[in-house]
């Protein structure tokens, strides 16, 4: 039966449908003035944002289709983002999103405020969710940290995950591949002792030659073919002779420039830091530069791209005096910004441009284009590892790692104990306050503190990702409830549901504390009879039936309908909710004072799917003998999960591993088999002293 309904519930999320994407209509009131809401790309989800005049200003689109991560809901957060054409964020608004937290504990305007820090920033920022924990390194200066949203840093690092991923794929389509990172920078401690030879042999000065025949080539067939007699008249000598050379790093400066220059470039580069000096040397006809250029600007003639994106380059505005060795000719040095994705240790591409004129009035002008490849080998540059660019999961470890270690540490004792130890554990005179002080454990640290409470809901959202074909990547965003189902899953094979229902779930050892404190008041203690308990305990598996359907047949409703587990209310937002729901999970709580775990046994939907889980099981753990329900029922009466059958077999798809039953199957003084053979053993043994002849 068991079974039978969880192929019934995978059957079922696998037909849960998508959201239906937003109309232009919809779209429209997101997008404020003076922008207005273009037409929509071909072939594409990204809407064109234009100004006033229809010129295009930016772009608009929903995370959804571009980047469908799944929340904990199974169900993607879908955000709407606004972009412009440089790539900054104008706006993230939310559109529709399902994550638990969010839905009715903390409400939306936490999730919002969150999503307002993304305005004015830019997506080649490295953006990380958290704290900078005393940062304050020059290069960690870049980053821009997103504070994160209490009890809900899983789901917002959910949702900065999703935007980051949407954006890039646009600014990958729309900006021709935007560079994201920080750029690589010269190594100040890297020394190397270098000369020109050297720098010709290793490439690092790189040599372009063009000749006249070239040059007249490009012009060939042309208005301008018959304009440079010289280019005719010598075609093999050279037009261009450049030479290529990365003066950023101290070593390679130090080989080329003069020590009067090399002076005068440091004292450069301490108030722009952030410039990758580069420098030409031309000694052939093109000359660099036209007779109207002026200092300090960007040359004519030469531009460059990297990546398939321009370059800024400037004139660097400093007197080059080369080194005795360097040929001689017309040098400059231009700097490229590194701040404006200019990465030295990458190959770029300068494009020098042949200018001819036709006429002597007016004259006309033609231009060729010639380009150079160069690059600086990386082992005089650092590049910086941005935790920006670190995979999420890895971010949401580092955040939760002391808490991870505490936590395995705990599991690593707890499960030995319990697989190896377990009669040990169970025969201790002071079982029940040590078991009482690992649920204090499991209820303070994993669930109030931690915020480690399992719920149906994930794992209704993972059976969905995966009929779906999804990625299970969300799981990894709470590495701390990653590790407590992981427990889960491996107490499966071992003990079935016992370890999680009866040792790691934190309602559940809330319940059982009220239930000691109802004792302890002297509570009379309600218990339904044999058959109704039985009958009540299928109630569970009717309401993860019931929640199922609510999943595929009006998913907008399933947070509401999971609002039957307490967990939320009483362990998430420390019973600090709207009145109806602290006033079911505080019942629920009273009502364990007389009825032992009662929503354990009876209503947890979760509970119902570990029981199923637990047909995994591998082995009968609890020990016991012919005696038991025949004719010993002691183990049975004294279980008050009704865990037990009348044969004294275990119903371990009950079970919840309080290990009352192995104190008593140990016991000489409580197990009924071996209290009668001990009394049987000394009758014998008396009768056998007093059958002894007296010796005299």
Known sequence: MRALLFCLITICLSVAARADLLSPAQIEPFVKPPLLLGEKFDGSEVYRLVDVYGAEAGYVFETEPLAPLPGFSGAPINLLVQLDRAGNFIDVDLIEQNEPIFVSGLGVAPFKAFLEQYKGLNIASPMVVGTPYGNSGSESSSLVYLDGVTKATASVRIAHESILAATLTVARDKMQGLKIGQ????????????????????????????????????????????????????????????????IGPRSIAAAVLSPQTLQELGDFLTLSPHDEPLLLIETAR??????????????????????????????????????????????MILRADRRLGFDPASEWILS??????????????????FTAQHSTPGRFFITPQSPGNKPAWRAALEHRLPDVLVLLLFLAVLLPILLFRQSWLAGLRLFTPIRLGVLAFVLGFIGWWGQGQLSIVTPLATLHTITTGGSLAFLAYDPFSLVIWLAALLGFFLWGRGLFCGW??????????????G?????????????????????????????????????????????????????????????????????????????????????????????????????????????????CQLCRVRCQYGAIRPSGKIDFDECFQCLDCVTIHDSTEHCVPLVLKSRGNTRIRSALETSQPRQG
Not at 318 to 323: D, I, M, P, T
Not at 504 to 517: D, S
């Open 183 to 246: 750029p690589s920078r010269p190594d100040p401690e890297h020394q190397e002792d270098l000369d020109w030879v050297a720098l010709v042999n290793l490439g690092i000065a790189s040599h372009h030659v063009v000749t006249n025949e070239q040059v007249q080539a490009a012009f060939s067939e042309t208005l301008w073919a018959d304009d440079d007699p010289l280019a005719k008249a010598e075609p093999d000598a050279h037009y261009i002779d450049l030479w290529i050379v990365d």
């Open 286 to 331: 093109h000359g660099l530069v036209d007779e109207d250029f002026v200092r300090n600007t960007a040359p004519d003639l030469l531009t460059a791209q990297q990546g398939g994106l321009p370059v800024a380059l400037r004139d660097a505005d400093l007197f080059v005096e080369l080194a005795p060795e360097l040929p001689q000719g017309a040098a």
């Open 352 to 369: 020098l441009k042949v200018l001819r004129e036709h006429g002597s009035f007016r004259p006309v002008i033609g231009s060729a284009e």
């Open 519 to 631: 004792r302890r008041l002297g509570l009379r203690q309600w218990n339904l009879p044999d058959q109704w308990d039985k009958r009540m305990k299928w109630l569970k598996y009717a309401v993860l039936l019931g929640l199922v359907l609510v999943a595929v047949l009006a998913p907008d409703q399933i947070d509401t309908a999971a609002e039957i587990e307490p967990f939320k209310t009483a362990i998430t937002t420390y019973f600090l909710r709207e009145w109806a729901y602290t006033a079911y999970a505080v019942s629920l709580v009273l009502i364990g004072m007389i009825s032992f775990k009662g929503f354990c046994r009876y209503l947890c939907p979760l509970g119902a799917l570990m029981a199923i889980a637990g047909l995994l099981r591998l082995r009968h753990w609890i020990p016991r003998r012919p005696e038991c329900g025949s004719p």
């Open 504 to 517: 790691l779930c934190p309602f559940g050892a809330l319940q059982e504390f009220a239930h000691h404190l």
